[in-house]
């Protein structure tokens, strides 16, 4: 064997060599995640599958026997339908101007508690309420503060049964909710922030504002995109406090209410499973449009180290 | 305790390096061995390789005879000090010196037992409840090495066990691995960066530069006999004086004098090609000596400065660069400064002289070492 | 001195807005639950005559075994997502091995999946394996969701151990699975504890799968029965009734938030700023 074949064959085992160390840990990683893996691929993965089937078939639970295959007439019946666009905008809707709320405000909230000087444990736990507060009880409250005649927030007209009020009320139980996540994500990501970055950047003449938008804006973006994609797709699912505050009806429905509606009311699986796959292709296609978005939109790169 | 062979082991990074080429060497049981060397030569993949924390690209490794390159280490039976101790945060002393015997499955009262007698061997009876985080460094490298001592494993290695600690603490823990040592004879292998170290502590040291072994040998050896440059630069109390030279004959022609070849240079020499060599003098090897000697030996210089250090001083001079070779010629890593070549001698007790004195000092003509400026190798050393 | 005077009223004044909008909300449920059905009319947000009335009147309604279904299932999720997550959390945390990407990705995917199109096929598969309306029914979704927050979080927590720590434990005779039961998974012990509370309010916030996939009669949830709370006399109006309901389930958590804090807020934002 010449000298550089050799040298040839100890390079190819040091990159495939794996000792008794790396395998019987690798074998463990497999292991450990096994259980973990298997039980979101069948929760999730399996009733997915099973849904794209259901979404081409007519599946009334009213009627089993008359189950047939209709291909994608259900699609075509979901998309034609104003019920379904009406509540798709309202989702949309929600979904942008709940998740711009909450990241300004969020932003706000956080600075308020990363720079407050007085009664920062006060405000640190009173902002974990809204968090761990159960959805449906808050959104009572809502409901109760905007009941005409008991409501402390109305005098005798009823915001909850006309549709933009009651949408505004829908954004406001949500954003509510949801600040302080987004508050506590971000405050966390700003105290990583050096300070003596900011401090030169002061003394080198920049203003308030500059040093925010240009030196701590890009060391937390990756925690602001990562709040944001998560804000998005949480309040594209919203459910909880529509189907409370006001049940969907007069125009207020966001998706999910109403394709829980097709099962509930309906027993209507098709449609609804059809509804169900419409959800995660938006979600999905919502989630990388957002990415993008709030990359371009602020300053520094997106991925850090 | 078991034998240590390493046959022809190399590591190599998946990106190609050669972190260890070719090494071959045998501890023998109980003995303690030194890896010297500077950081990046491989020392400490030669020491994961034997734990079993890396992969061993090719070679074998052997305990006793018996193939271990696959085994994985929780199975080799080897212990190691890391060089900051490796505690586990949660638990207290006694439990942390205890967990080696836990895993093995040792009973409760027989390792209490083992856990108090290795406490007080090391000093640390006093701390035994006490969480890691709450101790001194000394004291948590203690109880590292008291995690290492209760099990009497069949290696044991150190990764620079006190390179992390300050220097009074430092000469205490080297006695104490030195006494460790004589009690138990185990099987050690020590890496360090620190030569005082491997010569003080070990029976042998392997000096490695690049993954490729220099010299293996007592410290004595390697004080007395470097094979080349390297090792005479690494080793010894104070740097060697290396001082460019130049072969005429049968002298040595350098800046600080011309010197009478010994005759295994003068052998050396006739292989050589060139005749530019680096002469090598320990400041040890220079002596100070009154006005009235005046033989072949005797040079004199002026002192730049004098340091005292209590029992021994170091005398600073300049040696200028006459017959020096031009700086093309040295190897590489040796450069000859414009005004000459710094050098010291080192005498015992105080010494009266003052910076701008001239002094006459004598060299030890059978400790000259006369390297080849080419090769880096010792040409006085046999070959 | 004066602007720090200045300065210092701000910040109170800053801290008093978001105390009110922090707590005005749960203030105002508290202030129904104590008003009469005298007072109810007033639309003040101060109780005038308060009475414990609507509480004592709960204990008639059915509200015991909602309570119970809750607390049951969301214990048993929470254990159980805690089982798996902490073994694969750690795996992603510090093994490596093939497929850890695509572990990351899918738990990526469960976290933001939108749970209504999860609940009209486990509605189908729940009904005909016979698991509709039961513990298990809700505890198999909420253990799916409850997974992914649990994975981020406790692989931000196994981060944070020192590195080299596993080196150590396996020289001294530690196979793999030991360093992981016996060194890292008693050092996260904070750290579990800590992801066990998130998911345990994670759990008990559930609406959408309780209402989906229980019945009022069976293993129907606190939130979902809340939904569907009409109160003891049937022409009463149940607002009083519902906001005594909705302060009592609050309580608990309200408990765990005041004596967690510190904790809450660093298990929140660990996987998120760190991961």
Redesign the interface.
């Known amino acids: 064997m010449s000298a550089s074949s050799g040298d040839h064959e ?2 190819r ?3 495939s ?6 395998r ?7 292991l ?2 096994a ?3 298997i ?3 069948l ?2 993965g ?3 599958l ?2 794209g089937y ?1 979404s081409l078939f007519r ?1 009334d639970l009213g009627t089993p026997e008359a189950n047939t295959f209709v291909g994608l007439r259900n699609y075509v019946t979901v998309l034609g339908s104003p019920i379904w666009w009406r509540a798709f905008g309202l989702t949309m809707f929600v979904t942008v101007v709940g998740a711009a709320l909450e990241i300004v405000l969020g932003t706000l ?1 956080a600075v ?2 990363h720079r ?4 920062r ?18 959104a ?3 409901r ?2 905007f ?1 005409p ?4 927030l ?2 005798d007209s009823a915001p909850l049964s006309q549709r933009w009020p009651a949408i505004g009320i829908i954004v406001l139980a949500e954003v ?1 909710k949801s600040v ?2 987004v508050a ?2 971000l ?3 700003l105290t ?1 922030v050096p300070q003596e970055l900011t401090r030169a950047a002061a003394i080198d003449g920049a203003t308030a504002w500059q040093r925010f938008w240009q030196i701590t804006v890009p060391l937390i973006k990756p ?1 602001i995109m ?2 944001v ?2 804000r998005v ?2 309040a ?2 919203i ?2 406090s529509v ?2 505050l006001t049940g969907g009806v007069d125009g207020t429905a966001s ?2 209410l109403l ?2 509606d097709n ?2 009311k309906g027993l209507d ?1 098709g449609i ?2 059809t ?3 419409l ?2 292709i938006t ?1 999905a296609v919502l ?1 990388l449009s957002v990415l993008k978005l709030v990359d371009a939109l602020l300053p520094g790169s997106g991925r850090d180290e | 305790m078991a034998e240590v062979e390493m046959d022809h082991l ?5 990106n ?1 390096r050669y972190v260890v080429a070719d090494l071959s060497l045998t501890v023998a049981d109980g003995e303690f061995v030194a890896l010297l060397g500077p950081s990046g030569s491989g020392k400490s993949a030669v020491l994961e390789m034997v734990a ?7 070679g074998e490794l052997r305990f006793d005879g018996e193939v271990v390159t ?4 929780w199975e080799r039976d080897v212990a190691v000090v890391f060089q900051s101790p490796a505690l586990y945060p949660h638990l207290t002393v006694a439990q942390n010196i205890a967990f080696p015997l836990r895993l093995a499955g040792t009973g409760r009262t027989e390792s209490a037992t083992l856990v108090r007698e290795t406490a007080d061997l090391l000093g640390i009876s006093a701390h035994l409840d006490r969480l890691p985080g709450t101790l001194a460094a000394g004291q948590r490298q203690r109880v590292a090495i008291g995690k290492t001592l209760v099990r009497h494993p069949k290696v044991l290695l150190m990764d620079e066990p006190v390179a992390n600690l300050d220097v009074r603490l430092r000469g205490q823990m080297r006695s104490l691995i030195g006494d460790l040592h004589t009690k138990f004879c185990t099987t050690t292998i020590y890496v360090t960066q620190d030569h005082t170290e491997a010569m003080a502590l070990s029976d042998r040291v392997v000096v490695l530069r690049d993954g490729v072994v220099q010299q293996v040998g007592t410290p004595t050896e390697l004080d007395t006999r470097p094979l080349n440059l390297f090792v005479a630069e690494l080793v010894g109390d104070a740097a060697m004086n290396l001082l460019p030279a130049t072969l005429e004959g049968e002298s040595v022609v350098s800046g600080l004098g011309t010197f009478a070849l010994p005759p295994a240079v003068r052998r050396a020499s006739e292989r050589s090609p060139g005749n530019e060599v680096v002469l090598g003098i320990r400041p040890g090897d220079l002596e100070l000596v009154g006005s009235d000697e005046d033989e072949a030996l005797v040079v004199s210089v002026q002192l730049d400065d004098v340091v005292s250090v209590g029992s021994q001083t170091t005398l600073h001079f300049t040696v200028p660069n006459r017959g020096a070779p031009s700086p093309r010629s040295l190897p590489p890593g040796f450069s000859v400064p414009v005004a000459g070549t710094a050098a010291t001698a080192r005498i015992s007790g105080p010494c009266s002289e003052r910076a701008g004195s001239r002094v006459r000092l004598r060299v030890d003509l059978a400790r000259l070492q006369i390297f080849d400026s080419g090769s880096g190798l010792n040409l006085s050393a046999p070959p | 001195m004066q602007r720090d005077v200045v ?2 009223m701000g ?2 004044g ?2 008093g807005l ?2 009110v ?3 005005a ?2 203030l ?2 508290l202030s ?1 639950s104590l008003k009469g059905a005298g007072t ?2 007033d ?3 101060f109780p005038r005559d308060p009475t414990l009335e609507n509480y004592r009147s709960l204990a008639d309604t059915d509200f015991v075994r909602p309570l119970i279904n809750s607390l049951g299932i969301c214990l048993i999720s929470t254990a159980v997502a805690l089982l ?2 902490t ?2 959390a ?3 945390a510090r ?6 990407r695509s ?1 990351i990705v ?2 990526a ?17 729940e009904s005909s394996l016979g698991i509709l309306d039961t513990w298990l029914g809700l505890v ?2 909420y ?2 969701f409850a ?2 927050l649990t ?1 981020y979080t406790l692989s931000a927590f196994f981060n944070q151990i020192p590195r080299g720590l596993e080196r150590a434990a ?1 020289m001294d005779g530690a ?3 030991q360093v ?1 039961r016996k060194v890292f998974v008693p050092l996260a012990r904070p750290g579990i504890g800590t992801t066990a509370i998130l998911v345990f ?1 994670a759990c ?2 559930d ?2 799968f309780a ?2 996939l229980t019945s009022p009669d069976g293993a129907r949830t ?3 029965a ?2 569907d709370f009409t109160g003891t006399a049937t022409f009463e109006r149940p ?1 009083t009734a ?2 005594a309901a ?1 302060v009592l ?2 309580l608990p ?2 408990a ?3 004596a967690f ?1 510190r904790r ?2 660093t298990g ?2 660990a996987g ?2 760190r991961g």
């Open positions: 100890s390079l085992i040091a990159r060599r794996a000792g008794a160390r790396k019987t840990e690798r074998r463990l990683g497999l450990l995640c259980p973990a893996a039980v979101m691929l929760v999730v399996y009733p997915l099973y849904a259901l599946a909230l308020v508690m407050t000087i007085v009664g444990g006060l405000v640190r736990t009173a902002v974990l309420m809204p968090y761990a507060v159960v959805s449906v009880v808050a009572f409250s809502w109760f503060a009941t005649g008991v409501g402390w109305v005098g509510w302080p996540f506590l994500v405050m966390a990501a990583l925690a990562l709040v994609v998560f797709l949480d594209f699912r459910f909880d189907f409370v998706v999910s394709a829980y099962l509930v699986l609804g499973s509804m169900a796959v959800i995660l979600s989630a | 190399v590591k190599r990074f998946p190609g079993g924390l890396e992969d061993i690209t090719r696959e085994t994985p280490p | 300065a210092r910040w109170v800053a801290d978001v105390l909008y922090a707590l909300p749960m105002w449920l129904l109810l009319g639309q003040s947000f798996l997550g073994m694969a750690y795996a992603i093994l490596r091995f093939p497929g850890k572990i899918l738990a995917l469960a976290a933001t999946f939108p749970q209504i199109a999860l609940v009209i096929p486990l509605f189908k598969l198999l979704p253990v799916t997974l992914p994975i396996m196979t793999p699975y992981f309010i008990w916030n609406f959408i209402v989906s606190v939130p979902a809340l939904a607002t519902i906001a909705a389930i609050t958590i309200l765990v938030v005041l804090q809450i807020v929140l934002t998120a700023v």
